[in-house]
């Protein structure tokens, strides 16, 4: 089970920063990532991390803004979120995958927002 916390509303320009736990598993072995769906749109990847190795990989629109991070003594993947936008209010979901992938690529990423076990997800509200 994944177990996501964080989100919320802020103002333009702010900060957030989600954790993702897993209860009953070990995160050793998977790609852990974080996806968002806005009312209307697709539901879009914006990065992840192989757990075991720690590489990372972020799609364009978050590159530079956003942090993906994992703390192995914890079963934890974290997103820093920062110069968030009214562009990125959507609901925020965590997900994992089993993989044996090092280095990650957007097939990655794609694959993990397809088909990745989710937890609940988050509201989070960007105000202008």
């Known amino acids: 089970q994944l177990q996501a916390s964080g989100g919320g509303l802020v103002q333009a320009g702010g900060s957030l920063n989600f954790s993702c736990t897993a209860s009953?598993?070990?995160?050793?072995?998977?790609?852990v990532g974080w996806i968002r769906q806005a009312p209307g749109k697709e539901r879009e990847g914006l990065s992840c991390i192989a757990y075991s190795s720690g590489h990372t990989f972020y799609v364009d629109s978050v590159k530079g803004r956003f942090t993906i991070s994992r703390d192995n003594t914890r079963n934890t993947v974290y997103l820093q979120m920062n110069s968030l936008t009214p562009e990125d209010t959507a609901v925020y979901y965590c997900?994992?995958?089993?993989?044996?992938?090092?280095?990650?690529?957007?097939?990655?990423?794609?694959?993990?927002?397809?088909?990745?076990?989710r937890g609940q997800g988050t509201q989070v509200t960007v105000s202008s």
């Open positions: 009953g598993f070990s995160l050793e072995g998977y790609v």
């Open positions: 997900a994992a995958q089993r993989s044996t992938a090092t280095g990650l690529t957007m097939g990655h990423l794609l694959n993990l927002a397809e088909f990745g076990a």
